[in-house]
């Protein structure tokens, strides 16, 4: 390896520090006893996390509990899947497992790289014998194996040892690696340096040996501490997403981190300074505080984790849902947790914040396709069904045209800190003056079971501030279940010159995704609702608005089941 001396290309791939999921293979992909998913990310046989692009296949490697659905400290080991296409995936062996005094007490997350030479390399959390954690490094055994099936540790770890002012339990998750100017790799790993929530910075000149930047890339007193940082460069000026090699003008980086105190994924959109690799943000007043920085997505969603797709010259970002039931019903289940649909994303025009779509491979899978006129009026109280469409297991595309935003409610100021309070408050059924209006969705008889989806405009100042929700409330009957509302406002300046939103919401059994505004706001939700046992779901639109909403288009599609974990690498 320590011929490689440059960079050629870097691929990312993240295996977080999560659950793992697990389920009976005899089932059902889409099974609606268990909620399995028709489309979303889920192996066959206990197992979870993250994505590698290389030579042509999408590799998935995650963590993977062989015992059970639940989060074990000494049985994580990395599973791996791979595909051609982001949407059908084929199980193989595990690739790392908990074998070694540096990591028999657990594998944990890490990232992946493909060095100059084109053989990838993986960093990862061990947990030792003694219950440290250390960073340690893997090899192919056979590079020239496209499926990459085998790995090899090398007798050198942990290539990262525990740092003394760092406690045992919090120092993990290296990131995709990078190399600078002068030669040297670099890797940003999470610890909490003297009480300080850290992102610190390892280089090394051969992937072997490592030493620790003097300074952090980013520390942040109140985050307490961070894990699964992801650090990478963005265009400013297009879509296209860049390896992790570019910087330079028309150039900016996004810093990744979630936040272990709120189990909620966080970025900021600022400059790294490869001289002293430090990270700047862009805005004033992001750094530090935690609540100040922009959020990925609202709702069931931790340890996302993006990488350069050099096929397609994007940049993918994948993630991680959770349960908000019992610890037992995931034992009865036999799994836990789950993929979101990989994600495009890219930097907004504002050069503020990033927008995020489903990868367009989903709409390999669109069949059946309906639709409502477009044009069509909801006046307030209106309820209408797309009918014809497979509720449980849907794509659907709508854009709101609003007449006129007068009738708008005055923003409260101590509402902009809380957008989550909110949404229980100024809820589905409340009536305001524009909105809520939006989509109704897994739908049972009377509506006894329903997710609500919906914006509502506030006046704010001398413009518009848009509030978009979640609303799981109402989503199941089940006891024992978390269903709160979920909501973040949607940064748009166009509103009132344009006066159009558009939503697209992603449905899979267990899973909503919604994107407002062509993705400037993210909300994924789990929920169980139980008619879905019945197959009989529903979708509305609806206006509970004083002021009249025109759909002016609307399409919705059948999504078609996926391969996902049936049969093995050899499909390929």
């Known amino acids: 390896m320590a011929g490689c001396k440059r960079a050629f290309a870097i691929f990312a791939v993240a295996v977080h520090l999560c659950l793992a ?122 590079a020239s194996d496209p499926l990459l099936r085998e790995w090899d540790k090398t007798g050198l770890n942990p290539v990262m040892p525990l740092p003394a002012e760092v406690p045992a339990n919090k120092f993990r998750d290296p990131s995709t690696a990078w190399i600078g100017k002068d030669g040297l790799w670099r890797v940003a790993v999470s610890g909490e340096v003297n009480g300080v929530g850290s992102t610190l910075v390892y280089k090394s000149k051969n992937f072997l040996h490592w030493d620790r930047n003097p300074a952090p890339l980013h520390a942040s007193r ?28 028309g150039v900016k980086h996004v810093l990744k981190l979630s936040v272990m105190d709120t189990l909620e994924d966080y970025y900021m959109v600022g400059t790294y300074d490869e001289t002293t690799d430090a990270f700047v943000p862009t ?106 469409v497979t509720a449980l297991q849907a794509d659907v595309e709508a854009v709101f045209e609003i007449p006129s ?14 957008a989550q309070k909110l949404c229980g408050v100024k809820g589905a059924t409340v009536h305001g003056g524009v909105g809520p209006f939006g989509l109704i969705v897994m739908v049972s008889g009377y509506m006894k079971e329903h997710t609500a989806i919906f914006f509502r405009v506030f006046k704010h100042h001398d413009n518009y501030k848009v509030l978009m929700c979640t609303d799981l409330t109402s989503s199941s009957t089940k006891s024992g279940v978390y269903k709160p509302p979920y909501g973040g406002f949607v940064e748009m300046d166009d509103i009132q010159k344009h006066k159009t939103i558009n939503l697209r919401t992603l449905l899979d059994h267990s899973v909503i995704e919604s994107f407002g505004d062509g993705g400037r706001t993210c909300i994924t939700t789990r929920l169980y609702p139980e008619h879905v046992s019945k197959r009989d779901s529903h979708i509305f639109v609806f206006n509970n608005g004083t002021g009249a909403v025109k759909v002016s288009k609307l399409e919705a599609w059948n999504l078609a089941t996926a391969a996902v974990n049936v049969g093995d690498g050899n499909m390929m």
């Open 222 to 249: 109140a985050a307490g501490m961070v894990e699964c940082p992801d650090l990478f460069p963005v265009a400013e000026h297009r879509d296209a997403g860049l390896d992790t090699l570019v910087t330079g003008p």
């Open 405 to 418: 935003l007068e009738g708008a409610e005055t923003f409260d100021p101590s509402w902009e800190t809380d």
């Open 21 to 142: 999921v697990s389920s009976s293979s005899s089932l059902d992909n889409t099974d609606p006893r268990n909620g399995r998913t028709a489309y979303h990310f889920q192996p066959a046989t206990n197992r979870m996390n993250g994505p590698l692009y290389h030579k042509g296949v999408y590799h998935l490697f995650y963590q993977y509990n062989p015992h059970g659905p639940l989060w074990d400290i000494g049985n994580l080991s990395w599973g791996h899947s791979v595909s051609r296409d982001l949407v059908n995936w084929a199980a193989l062996p595990t690739v790392i497992d908990p074998t070694s005094p540096f990591d028999n007490n657990g594998c944990w997350s890490g990232s992946a790289t493909v060095l100059p030479c084109g053989i990838p390399a993986i960093l990862y959390t061990g947990i030792s014998a003694s219950k440290v954690q250390v960073q340690n490094v893997a090899f192919p055994k056979n």
């Open 283 to 388: 805005e004033p007043g992001r750094g530090d505080d935690y609540r100040n920085w922009r959020r990925f997505n609202y709702g069931h969603v931790y340890a996302s984790k993006s990488f350069f797709d050099a096929g397609k010259s994007r940049r993918v970002l994948w993630t991680w849902i959770n349960e908000s039931d019992s610890r037992d019903d995931d034992v009865a289940r036999g799994w836990s947790g789950i993929q979101a649909f990989p994600r495009k994303v890219w930097l907004d025009k504002d050069g503020k914040q990033l927008l995020q779509w489903p990868v367009e491979e989903i709409e390999t899978l669109r069949r059946k396709r309906v639709g409502l006129r477009d044009g069509t009026w909801l006046r307030t109280g209106a309820l209408k069904e797309i009918a014809g």
